[in-house]
């Protein structure tokens, strides 16, 4: 019995429990039974209140874990790039409006009237500009988690990063993301080993000697990376 069919074993008996749970509890299962009779026994014998206690204990490591490499990672790029939080815009002055009284208006003052009369308009399109790039840049980073199969946690952490920053140009974006794609590949390809071992919780199965796990590593070591010149600063 492979690992899909006794996931599905596990959804039959245990419905309403997250996947990612099921599958690292199925990882461990598969190490010990030797033979689908095996495998139906000990699934037979797993009490509900025991897998609601390992699915407590599965997401608080993940979620440490997934805390923890962020911070690393904001820290490492605040260290790197001299990153700064975003400052609020300082509110522009109101223009002085025009004085129409008696006299004509000159070619100046219909110049002045003319920009007050379509400031407003400007400021929306430069705004609706900035919401689209804006937009179009978040969905291109997205697309990095395609098919990866990471922790939504982990996805949403990330996604949240991202939209602290801002970037000068293409250019600059195009090189974040160009330095970010090799350590979201880590990630996943270490979720990927952390699955074939069979080890629950995946964030727990390979550690080092300070007890973090394989794919905070990876993240770590990809962004503190001096050649994933990123290109992006922290808005």
């Known amino acids: 019995m492979n690992i899909e069919q006794i996931i599905a074993l596990l959804a039959t008996k245990f419905p309403g429990v997250r996947k990612d749970v099921l599958t690292a509890l199925a990882g461990s299962i598969a190490l010990q039974a030797e033979s689908d009779e095996e495998v139906n026994a000990i699934v037979g014998k797993i009490a509900a209140e025991k897998v609601t206690k390992y699915g407590q204990d599965y997401r608080s490591a993940i979620d440490r874990e997934i805390q923890q490499s962020v911070q690393t990672a904001e820290s490492n790029l605040r260290n790197k790039y001299n990153f700064v939080e975003k400052e609020k815009k300082p509110k522009e002055p109101e223009q002085k409006p025009i004085e129409q009284g008696g006299g004509a208006l000159t070619l100046d003052n219909l110049k002045q009237l003319f920009a007050q009369q379509m400031q407003p308009l400007q400021d929306e399109i430069k705004a609706l500009k900035a919401d689209k790039l804006a937009n179009t840049r978040k969905e291109q980073f997205q697309a990095l988690f395609k098919d990866k199969n990471l922790p939504d946690d982990m996805v949403r952490l990330m996604t949240e990063q991202f939209d602290r920053m801002s970037f000068q140009d293409d250019e600059a974006f195009n090189a974040y993301l160009a330095g970010t794609?090799?350590?979201?590949?880590?990630?996943?390809?270490?979720?990927?080993?952390?699955?074939?071992?069979?080890?629950?919780?995946?964030?727990?199965?390979?550690?080092?000697?300070?007890?973090?796990s394989a794919e905070v590593t990876a993240y770590r070591q990809a962004r503190s990376n001096p050649q994933n010149d990123l290109g992006g600063k922290t808005v």
């Open 181 to 212: 794609q090799p350590t979201i590949e880590k990630l996943a390809q270490s979720r990927i080993d952390d699955t074939l071992t069979g080890g629950a919780p995946k964030f727990g199965n390979r550690v080092d000697k300070d007890g973090v």
